[in-house]
């Protein structure tokens, strides 16, 4: 199926669904899924990477894509390319055709025109009206993204910008709830917690509490991308090891929320729950 026909399916199937439900005698259930993302900052979340190309795309981080209502979008983020330095992020515009495809999933066909008018296509999954799980096949199965995202409002009031602007003077408490590596093991935590202390000057000290966690310290970047969402990249040192990693906050309220961390460039990828307070 071409690309037009696949938007004219996609446009369709919401449609289909509905008067499917109508003959049953029974009425279409509530979306969640949104009729369009005009209006909405979407938060993409890179979670794990597929491809063959040794360079050029964004393996860790997070990007932000902002839709207008003629068709067009601009992606702004802080994904850090492969085979790039670290300076180096995404930013791309394109256009595009988003539609529901059921209560709680969308599709979005779009055209990457800054990256030789490549096509791609995500499918959304909405846990909730304002988050889930995406997927992206760009290039015709070139690269395969996937990971978590959410939803926040473009023109969000200031004092409901969850996310800080600087992360120097506060304590962030990390629960780590899951963990995964081809590591043995026992060779990394896969329970626990561990307290991060960030001092203005961009060090950082970590105290771990659990099986396999350990003391450490750190530099590091934050930047905030979205009213909810930050991004911090860090050197980790410790006494038997000096990794960087990337990590994802996601804040559901002013002190709390949920983290991903893409540790030593995919040597072990950690999620959970976190808390915030003052130094």
């Given at each position: ?20 439900c ?18 909405w ?61 059921g ?21 959304y ?7 889930g ?13 996937s ?53 203005l ?59 991903f ?19």
């Amino acid at each position: 199926m071409n690309l037009a026909n696949r938007i004219k399916y996609v446009l369709l199937a919401p449609v289909l669904l509905s008067i499917d439900c109508l003959y049953a005698g029974t009425p279409a259930p509530a979306a969640i899924a949104p009729e369009s993302l005009v209006g909405w900052d979407l938060v993409l979340q890179i979670e794990k990477v597929q491809t063959k190309i040794p360079t050029g795309y964004p393996y860790k981080g997070a990007l932000v894509k902002r839709y207008k209502a003629d068709g067009t979008f601009r992606a702004q983020g802080t994904g850090t390319m492969a085979g790039a330095t670290a300076t180096e992020k995404q930013v791309f515009d394109g256009t595009y055709a988003y539609a529901r495809t059921g209560t709680h999933t969308a599709t979005e066909l779009s055209i990457d025109t800054t990256v030789d008018n490549t096509p791609l296509v995500i499918e959304y999954t909405f846990d909730t009206p304002t988050s889930g799980r995406w997927e992206e096949d760009f290039g015709h199965g070139t690269i395969l993204f996937s990971g978590r995202f959410s939803l926040v409002s473009s023109t969000l009031e200031p004092e409901k910008h969850w996310a800080p602007a600087v992360k120097g003077g506060s304590n962030v408490a990390l629960i780590i709830k899951d963990a995964q590596s081809n590591i043995p093991p026992n060779a990394y935590p896969r329970a626990g917690l561990v307290l991060q202390t960030y001092d203005l000057d961009g060090t950082l000290v970590f105290k771990g509490f659990g099986p396999g966690t350990v003391n450490s310290t750190g530099t590091y970047k934050y930047t905030k991308i979205a009213a909810n969402t930050a991004v911090e990249e860090v050197n980790q040192v410790s006494a038997n090891f000096a990794y960087p990693y990337t990590m994802v906050y996601t804040y559901t309220s002013p002190t709390s929320g949920t983290w991903f961390q893409n540790f030593g460039d995919g040597l072990i990828l950690f999620s959970g729950t976190f808390d915030t307070f003052p130094n």
